[in-house]
């Protein structure tokens, strides 16, 4: 190893003096471990990157043989290829669940936590990060052996903070590009890439805020309308046909809702009041309702719709964007889902607090729920469209803030009643309008 | 000559209907019992079977469902809902533990995670019982004790024998979807009133 360590930092002289006279930007993204490497979108672009082309040619084929050798090539049909999206570890969970909890300008969430070993069981957004690690840290166990990262003119001092000495002497401008190539090449630990994307975290995040959802809207409905007498009563047709007839009062007996539900085929004949009503009550004062599972169907739906959809659009718009101008930095797909799933992490603990019953502690969570996880996105996505037209990367972290808010207020008013409805003055609905929000039914 | 092949070749066919049955039973009666008391053992790993768990899912779905037509927006779970809620899980669960590179099979984390529900089963039928009586406060809370109970009682059984499959440094990862699932047949089961 220390022979290779040498010819590492031989080749470092050799590279800093070669590219000492371009100063352009230059970006290497390695994507998506399935892709071949020569799906890079940076380097061919414009005139002073024929060495790095070159280089990159040279040594296109080597990765490729090192790639196809040594990574997992395993079909998408085999169950091991599905094994490898879970390819991650409780501690590593739990620091992108901390990344994601605490914004800090100038650190890049995906950069930070999730480059160094992309995973979806949080769903951290992953920028593949790649760095090379020296041979003495190789044998600690909690260290990904080698990991890709992806070059950047405003490459921030916060990788040197990821602990790694060689790297601090490494990453520090356009020579270490070809250093980190070169040693890729001769590095016998190329094999040990694990830039994998998981699945396991985002899947897991997404189904307990489901539940948290689901269940916090049952116990603070429950909360609200405390003190109300429901009664159910059941008329009898005499076509045989039975309907639910709901009356709430409040606490001070007037009655606030009348809900009918009655065929279709005979509610002209229903009167309230008539004879032919049999009442029975029924008074359930346990402090929870029962499980909802058509609200918890609906909340499943919208909540992995938004978990995948929208990643997918804005993976979408960022490759459009990127064959239109040159970016820093693009992240795959999974990457993105990984992002979305973890930033999500934050309502679960909102969507329990949403159910103390004021209308201003709501909208303060609401608030502080947006904020955090709007920011971690914000950042995360900043440097991808930072080099676009301002305006476009303006819109486009607006519109990922605003579907964030979208998603969280919608919640928030579909599952949660209003807590005021005691308020509302006593009014006997007309049939019409009840039956006609009984035939929605 | 005869009697001597026909011992070779497999016996369970030729035996009566009720051998078969009482056979099948006593295993099932056995796991129920390892699951009761769970110590580390490998039976409900090694002779596995989809028996308990079948039986115990549809009695809990036939006590969780409502018989009454009566049903509002606010409507609990039906049979079926119940069912898909159980077999869905585990079978989540199952992929999650595999795909998180634990070396169990398929149907043995299935018959697991069905026999584990035995606990929350008997608390159905104590909440059933105790739901007889008169309604209030404390019937409440002497249910809410009893499913919690239980529930210790099923995440207890189960860790014990699915934890040990797993990589040490992913033993979490794997056991919360199995605390996620058990609190939602909880919740269903708590929330569970008679109309």
Redo the contacts between chains.
Sequence with gaps: MAAVDDLQFEEFGDATTSLAANPDATTISIEDPGETPKHQPGPPRGSGREEDDELLGNDDSDKTELLAGQKKSSPFWT?EY??T???????Q?FDRIKGSLLPIPGKNFVRLYIRSNPDL?GTCRAVLILFHVPAELRQQKDLCDLHYFSLATTFDTYVTEVTFASCILMMKGEGDKKLVYKSLKTDSLFSCLNFLVSF?GP??IC??LV?AIA?SG?LSNFLIHLGEKTY?Y?PEFRKGQ?A?I?TKTDAKGASIQH?Y?VPTACWERYQPGSGAVKTRK?R???????????GMSIAATIIYAYAWLVPLALWGFLVWRNSKVMNIVSYSFLEIVCVYGYSLFIYIPTAILWIIPQKAVRWILVTIALGISGSVLAMTFWPAVREDNRRIALATVVTIVLLHMLLSVGCLAYFFDAPEMDHLPATTAAPNQTVAAAKS? | MRSRVREFDSSTLNESVQNTIMRDLKAVGKKFMHVLYPRKSNTLLRDWDLWGPLILCVTLALMLQ?GS??S???????FA?VFV?VWFGAVTITL?S????GNISFFQSLCVLGYCILPLTVAMLVCRLVLLAE???IN?MVRLFVVIVMFAWSIVASTAFLADSQPP?????AV??VF?FY??IS??I????P?
């Design positions: 169950f599905y094994q999206f879970f390819d991650v570890d409780t501690y969970v069981y396991a899947f897991w189904a307990t539940f269940i049952n159910h059941v039975t639910v709901t809900t539900r029924i359930s004062p346990d402090p929870v309702r029962q499980m909802d599972v058509l039914h | 409502r037509v009566d509002e927006k606010d409507g609990g779970p039906q809902e809620i999650n595999k795909l998180l590179g309604l209030g406060p409440f440094n992913r033993k979490a990862l919360y979807p996620l609190f939602v919740w269903m708590l929330t569970f009133t109309q």
